[in-house]
């Protein structure tokens, strides 16, 4: 079984900073992208930036400039540091990675429990 737990949500002020992290654990033969997702109140859940294992990210535009997402393969862990943050950031934010538990498995897709961030005066 595979686990994905986020810490490092919390509240904080407009053009503050927070640094979210996600450790997979479990029976995990390989993890090729991992990313952070999150979702507003009544907005659909969306990406906010995903790592592949080569290194190569993408983000979304409302976040580039001032979200970086990394990882550390020796770890198995995906962070995402979000500075200068606005009031619209304000979302659960959920961990999610492509894991292939043993050589013969498929990849499939795991996500964390989501952690809530506060942006807010």
């Known amino acids: 079984q595979v686990q994905l737990v986020e810490s490092g949500g919390g509240l904080v002020q407009p053009g503050g900073s927070l640094r979210l992290s996600c450790a997979a654990s479990?029976?995990?033969?390989?993890?090729?992208?991992m990313g952070w997702y999150r979702q507003a109140p009544g907005n659909q859940r969306e990406l906010v930036a995903r790592i592949s294992n080569d290194g190569s990210t993408i983000s979304a535009d409302s976040v580039k400039g001032r979200f970086t997402i990394a990882r550390d393969n020796t770890k198995n862990t995906v962070s995402l540091q979000m500075n200068s943050l606005k009031s619209e950031d304000t979302a659960v934010y959920y961990c999610?990675?492509?894991?292939?538990?043993?050589?013969?498995?498929?990849?499939?897709?795991?996500w964390g429990e989501g952690t809530l961030v506060t942006v807010s005066s």
């Open positions: 479990g029976s995990i033969f390989s993890i090729n992208v």
């Open positions: 999610n990675a492509l894991i292939r538990q043993s050589t013969s498995s498929p990849l499939r897709k795991y």
